[in-house]
Every structure is written in structure tokens, then in C-alpha cells.
């Protein structure tokens, strides 16, 4: 890690001296170290630290770039792939949001309650998507993120959330086939859907 330390410690000058051009090729750079190599929860941190302030300098489609890249990652900075996540953009936070798995149970919850519709459905396409976060979506989403949970094999529901979506799929006949298909549907509800 010594190599990559004085690596980091050039980048912090690039930062505070550097051009735009300089700042991005400093941050790809950056960011292909991180993701190539095997480190600790600290060193993913300061990796995360640098490349934070670099994306501070770069334009829109450079962050849907990072977020992409980032979004597949194990070694992804927890700081950074949340500010990500919580972009505006859903393109930007929309490859974090529904492949990260670096985003935990509780910052999900939090995205899911705050954020807008589309940021809840990239959530709802998640490979595993936890029961506490169906029972937010159930709730808060709209009728495309309804059908997107519930057709989502990934997806766990607790009974609250079973319950919720066979009230919402009374007006919603497609949603109420994608319930009535899933395997775990109680089989009071799926009687009560019927």
C-alpha cells in the first residue's frame, strides 16, 4: 500500500492544483486502481476520499460513468456510493441503486422513503430486494414500481407488504397477476386476491 499511499498523496496535489482534465484522468486512474486491487475497509476509505473530491470536479456524464463502474464493485468507498445513490440524476443513481451491494438495508429504507419514483424503481430491480424495503416501495410506489417488486423473484415481502400489494391490485389487473404468480404469497392473501 506504500506505492498507492505516495499514489494518493500526488493525487491530493493534483486536486488542488490540477486542471479539469488533469482532475479526471487523475480520477479514472484512481478509480481502475481501486477496482483492480484487493484492500482493507481503511484503504477503500481513503481511496474514497480522493476520488469523492476528484468527482466534485466532473461534469454530469463522467459521474453517470463513475456510477456505473462503481455500482458493480465490491470495493466501492460506502461514503461515495451513497452520495451517488442519492443523486438527482437517475442516471447517475439509478446502476447504484439497483446493483450495489454496498448500499445496506437501512440506507435503502432511507432512499426508498425520500426519493422519487424512479429511484424507487431501480431499487424495486434489485437482485434481493429485503422485506423492510418491499414494505417501503408497497407503500410509496407507483404502479410501474408495484409491477417491478412483485415480478421480481429477488424480492422478499412480509405479510404487510403481501397485504399492501393485494389491496393495490384490486384497480391494477397486471399487478394482480405478478402477485397471484409469486411462490411465498400467503395463501390467505392469495385466496383474499382472487
Request: aromatic share 6%.
Amino acid at each position: 500500500m506504500v506505492e498507492h499511499s505516495s499514489f494518493l498523496t500526488e493525487l491530493e496535489e493534483a486536486v488542488s492544483r490540477g486542471t479539469a482534465e488533469s482532475c479526471s484522468r487523475a480520477l479514472w486512474r484512481a478509480t481502475d486502481i481501486l477496482i483492480a486491487g484487493s484492500y482493507s475497509e481503511d484503504e477503500i476509505w481513503t481511496f474514497g476520499e480522493v476520488i469523492d473530491r476528484l468527482a466534485n470536479e466532473i461534469e454530469a456524464s463522467a459521474r453517470v460513468r463513475l456510477a456505473h463502474t462503481l455500482a458493480k464493485s465490491n470495493n466501492a468507498p460506502f461514503r461515495l456510493v451513497k452520495r451517488l445513490a442519492s443523486d438527482q440524476s437517475i442516471e447517475v443513481a439509478g446502476p447504484v441503486l439497483q446493483q450495489s451491494d454496498r448500499l445496506d438495508v437501512e440506507t435503502l429504507i432511507s432512499f426508498a422513503k425520500s426519493q422519487g419514483q424512479q429511484h424507487l424503481l431501480a431499487i424495486s430491480k434489485r437482485r434481493s430486494v429485503p422485506a423492510a424495503v418491499t414494505d417501503v416501495l408497497v407503500v410509496r410506489g407507483s404502479n410501474e414500481v408495484l409491477n417491478s417488486v412483485a415480478s421480481n423473484s429477488g424480492a422478499t415481502f412480509s405479510n404487510f407488504g403481501f397485504l399492501h400489494l393485494v389491496r393495490r391490485s384490486e384497480a391494477d389487473s397486471i399487478l394482480a397477476e405478478s402477485v397471484g404468480l409469486r411462490k411465498d404469497i400467503p395463501r390467505h392473501l392469495f385466496h383474499q386476491l382472487i
